[in-house]
């Protein structure tokens, strides 16, 4: 039985991207065989899959995509039983081992996940590693005790996979959401996600005025890294919290102990990869009850065929996409 795959290929020229029929004696190891339904495009994949990131550390030709969801065919473990809906989200997935751009995939059973009730597979993938990642920072700040009474949170990289979900979740859970956004034509979808206001890029771009600025956020969720991240430390307020999750801005962060020690802020590191499986089950259950049907479906961007997934990675990096690109795998 030969299925599709998007296979990567180093040449001398750089990675070469093709889909090619692959059968399954070529699949890694592993003790479940899931048919994939949906797959997505994140920025990691689209670094991957344009070889602009140093992010595939497994053997060429490689098999990318962090994410999946599909139908489990065959399994060896007692976990699950062919027939079950399962989503696979990080844990090396598309980077050490063969991920979700394929119709096929073996996986080790411990990183799968059941669909949560209330979820469709489409919308699972919607979700995605993007919105996986929202949720584990809207946690950050309730584990840290920044309630929606506590003050103004902001979001940046608003209108991207990550922000576009975070403004959603936080929005949802009763905060005033600011957006950071460098496209003033995303503002009406992030309005109808539940925005309240808006920042132009450039204003936390530009980086911190001064090490302790004037509070302006209860707390944080943070896409974009570098200079913004910096700002937005030199601007939470007493006992704040940021989740520092992204870096399409950039990857060095410059900053002083003041935030840390003279209002005690917290800057949590949210890895969605690694996340633990309770945690995982529990913020996948959070998804499935908070974001609604309506906010899933603003959020697609748009759904594509494997074939259609470097240029869709193209226009990731150039930051042109409004929320999650879906791969169908289900035709
Ligand atoms: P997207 O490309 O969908 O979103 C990124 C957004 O950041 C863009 O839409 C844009 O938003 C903004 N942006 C893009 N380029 C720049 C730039 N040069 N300077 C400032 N802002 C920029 O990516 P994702 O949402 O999938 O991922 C966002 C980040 O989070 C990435 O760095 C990714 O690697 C990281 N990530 C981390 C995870 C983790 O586990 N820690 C998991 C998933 C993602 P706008 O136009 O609205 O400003």
Redesign the pocket.
């Known amino acids: 039985m030969r299925f599709d795959a998007l296979v990567l290929e180093k040449t001398p020229e750089g990675v070469k991207a093709s889909v090619q029929a692959l059968d399954e004696t070529r699949l890694p190891e592993g003790d479940v065989l899931v048919e994939v339904l949906y797959s997505s495009v994140?920025?990691?994949d689209a670094l991957a899959v344009t070889g602009r990131g140093k992010i595939i550390r497994g053997d060429y030709p490689f098999v990318p995509g962090i994410d999946l969801v599909g139908r489990v065919l065959a399994s060896e473990s007692p976990a699950w039983k062919p027939g079950d809906l399962v989503l696979c989200t990080g844990w090396g997935i598309g980077e050490n081992t063969w991920g979700g751009y394929s119709r096929r995939q073996r996986l080790r059973s411990e990183w799968l996940v059941p669909l949560p009730e209330g979820l469709t597979p489409l919308e699972a993938m919607v979700i995605g590693?993007?919105g996986f990642?929202a949720m584990l920072s809207a946690m950050a700040l309730a584990d840290h005790g920044v309630t929606p009474d506590r003050g103004e949170v902001v979001v940046t990289?608003?209108?991207?996979?990550?922000?576009s979900m975070a403004v959603a979740i936080l929005a949802g859970r009763g905060y005033r959401v600011v957006a950071?956004?460098?496209?003033a034509a995303?503002h009406d979808y992030l309005a109808a996600l539940g925005a309240a206001r808006f920042l132009p890029?450039e204003e936390l771009?530009a980086g911190p005025h001064r090490p302790l600025d004037s509070a302006r956020w209860a707390g944080a969720v943070d896409?974009?890294g570098g200079a913004?991240l910096a700002a937005v430390i030199s601007q939470t307020g007493r006992h704040g919290c940021i989740a520092a999750?992204?870096?399409?801005?950039g990857h060095e962060l410059h900053t002083t102990v003041f935030p840390f020690i003279l209002r005690g802020v917290t800057l949590q590191g949210?890895?969605?990869?690694t996340c633990p499986g309770p945690v995982r089950r529990r913020a996948w259950e959070n998804l499935a009850r908070e974001l609604s049907k309506e906010a899933l479906q603003r959020m697609t961007s748009r759904m594509i065929p494997l074939e259609a997934v470097p240029e869709a990675s193209e226009e990731?990096l150039a930051?042109r996409?409004q929320g999650r690109i879906v791969v169908d795998l289900s035709a």
């Open positions: 994140n920025y990691k590693t993007a990642t990289g608003a209108s991207g996979g990550v922000g950071s956004t460098g496209k995303a890029r771009g896409a974009v913004t999750c992204g870096l399409a801005g949210i890895d969605s990869n990731i930051g996409v």
